[in-house]
């Protein structure tokens, strides 16, 4: 039996909204300790890291370790019919082909269920290395996810470099350039406000601006983002979901080929 | 103070239409915004983009591996213990699939 039972249902409405314009279908991984969810999306160029700790979720029970393979646009039609302020319950027995999830409205006077078919997916999984990156920059999720789309406006590369004094975000394209400055706060007012690096070596790195864009769904997940780069391996960008968890999204930089060649 | 004509009624329209916008500020406080977002609203939507024929797949940096085990509870919720999951032998997933539904029977 697995039952999870989330008080604060939005955020699951928030994941499935983070997750579903990359993946088709994913493998919730469900055990003890919580659900994870690993995939590459369907062009096999990002990688998409989920964690939701047990201890997040209001009530918690699986009996037996479960892989539910979910079509995400099924489960995203099924988690648009719960109100943002319903209590969602996912609920599976241990060798069903379905699963189900409960939205209740927080006066309980609603209550619905709807059941959704498994699917069977043979996913990959990829191991990922523990990294020392040479810098991890800290800023609000809103700035993060504007810059992204300002700089759409200009080409398909977003070039980010990263020095002591701040980051810069840089594009070019037919209608001209464009560089956006943060400077490193050195005020903590407002935390969630603040531009942090911790910086070992400086690092200028481009990645394509489709793939940041798309990362830039998880924003409602978190007021914080936080990019660590390092050359030649790939861009992590990490939303942290209050204190139960995160989303992780990974994608290869654009490597210089070798100049003997 | 200047007297005009309107002064006089201005009273009854005011009385008659402030509990009306007390009902209409009610339910706001449940869509409260965090303070940062309306900062970065508005401007330019997104502006699609081809992805750049440099972009190299993701299964170039990283290596396939079985996944690991997450928990100790394969072998149910009685019986097992931590010793079990830490056997290296428990790396090989044991996770309990789920009935088959071919990809094609949905959408």
């Given at each position: 039996m697995f039952e999870a039972r989330l008080v604060q249902g939005s955020i699951l409405k928030k994941v499935l909204d983070a997750i579903k314009e990359l993946l088709n279908e994913a493998s919730w991984d469900c055990a003890d300790s919580g659900i994870q969810l690993q995939a590459m999306d369907n062009a096999h160029v990002s990688l998409v890291s989920l964690n939701l700790r047990a201890e997040g979720f209001d009530k918690y029970r699986c009996d037996r370790d479960l892989i539910m393979g979910m079509n995400l646009k099924s489960m995203s039609t099924i988690l648009?019919?719960?109100?943002?302020?319903d209590i969602i319950t996912v609920k599976a027995q241990d060798n069903a082909d379905t699963v189900t999830f409960m939205f209740e409205s927080p006066n309980q006077e609603k209550v619905s269920d709807y059941e959704m078919k498994l699917m069977n997916l043979d996913q990959e999984h990829l191991g990922i290395p523990d990294t020392d990156y040479n810098c991890v920059i800290k800023l609000p999720s809103g700035e993060f996810a504007r810059i992204c789309r300002d700089l759409s406006q200009f080409g398909e590369n977003i070039v980010i470099a990263c020095t002591k004094e701040g980051v810069k975000f840089s594009a070019a394209g037919d209608i001209g350039t464009a560089n956006i400055k943060l400077a490193q706060t050195s005020?903590?007012?407002?935390e969630d406000d603040a531009v942090d690096i911790d910086l070992q070596e400086p690092v200028t790195l481009t990645f394509a601006c489709q793939y940041l864009n798309l990362f830039t769904k998880a924003t409602a997940l978190s007021p914080r983002v936080s990019l660590s780069m390092s050359p030649d391996v790939p861009l992590v960008v990490e939303y942290p979901i209050g204190d139960m968890g995160n989303i992780r999204y990974f994608l290869a930089p654009k490597i210089e080929e070798d100049e003997n060649n | 103070m200047v007297r005009t004509k309107a002064d006089a009624c201005a009273t009854k329209v005011s009385a008659a239409k402030a509990p009306r916008k007390v009902l209409s500020a009610g339910p706001s406080r449940a869509v409260a915004k965090t303070p940062g977002k309306e900062r970065y609203?508005?401007?330019?939507?997104y502006n699609p983009q081809p992805v750049p024929a440099w972009q190299k797949g993701i299964g170039n940096f990283f290596k396939s591996v079985p996944?690991?085990?997450?928990?100790?509870?394969q072998e149910g919720s009685?019986?097992?213990?931590?010793a079990v999951a830490e056997d290296a032998t428990s790396l090989q997933t044991q996770f309990q699939k789920n009935g088959v539904i071919s990809d094609d029977d949905d959408d």
């Open positions: 648009k019919c719960a109100a943002n302020d005020s903590v007012d407002k | 609203a508005g401007g330019h939507s996944k690991p085990q997450t928990s100790h509870s009685s019986g097992s213990n931590d």
